[in-house]
């Protein structure tokens, strides 16, 4: 309606809420049902990255998982699927009672281990990493099981990253790929099918 710049969504410093939503983030003074668009504050919860809808689909049940927030970031904003996981993939080990509890930094550090994971997860993980403040459902944190969450990282370039903010930037600076993989699936949906090398 506002023939707004594409890029915006991954920098708009607003979004819609209504009561139940506006708790959730912890908006003040948001009354009823009706959604009604509120100006962010927080430069983390700028564009796409930092809506909670994202951070609950590319999380688990009871956690979050930097693997599936790397692997969006990479498939559905920059073009770039990695591979299918291998067919035998070890899970992920959960702690159990009367055990330190690992975060999921520590435990991601275990599942690299294993040569045939880690191909990939070099690449996906330290992406997701950079999104842990956010817990499974895209409240924001301090601390992932007692710990303090370490949000730093390093892209599959070497580009830095220290949080939502940085990683929004890295994407951004990739804007060329953003707006090729955003045309590619605007035009999926509106031929009602998947793409093919003759609709290049």
């Given at each position: 309606r506002e023939d707004n710049n594409v890029l915006d969504?991954?920098?708009?410093?607003?979004?819609?809420?209504?009561?139940?939503?506006?708790?959730?983030?912890?908006?003040?003074?948001?009354?009823?049902?009706?959604?009604?668009?509120?100006?962010?504050?927080?430069?983390?919860?700028?564009?796409?990255?930092?809506?909670?809808?994202?951070l609950t689909s590319t999380s688990?049940?009871?956690?979050?998982?930097?693997?599936?927030?790397?692997?969006?970031?990479?498939?559905?904003?920059?073009?770039?699927?990695?591979?299918?996981?291998?067919?035998?993939?070890?899970?992920?080990?959960?702690?159990?009672?009367n055990q330190k509890t690992l975060t999921v930094r520590e435990r991601m550090v275990e599942h690299r281990e294993n040569p045939s994971c880690n191909a990939c997860h070099k690449i996906m993980d330290p992406i997701?990493?950079?999104?842990?403040?956010f817990d499974a459902i895209g409240r924001w944190r301090f601390n992932d099981g007692g710990s303090p969450i370490d949000p730093s990282s390093e892209m599959y370039d070497g580009t830095k990253l220290d949080g939502p903010s940085s990683l929004r930037q890295a994407v951004l600076n990739r804007s060329e790929a953003f707006l090729g993989t955003f045309t590619e699936n605007l035009l999926s949906y509106g031929v009602g099918r998947v793409l093919n090398y003759r609709d290049m």
């Open positions: 969504l991954l920098t708009s410093d607003y979004t819609y809420v209504n009561e139940t939503l506006a708790r959730h983030y912890n908006f003040p003074n948001v009354l009823g049902n009706r959604f009604r668009r509120v100006k962010l504050n927080d430069p983390n919860r700028f564009g796409l990255l930092g809506k909670g809808a994202v688990l049940a009871n956690r979050t998982s930097p693997v599936a927030r790397g692997k969006y970031v990479l498939e559905v904003l920059i073009g770039s699927p990695p591979p299918p996981p291998p067919a035998e993939v070890p899970p992920f080990k959960e702690s159990v009672n997701g990493l950079t999104m842990e403040n």
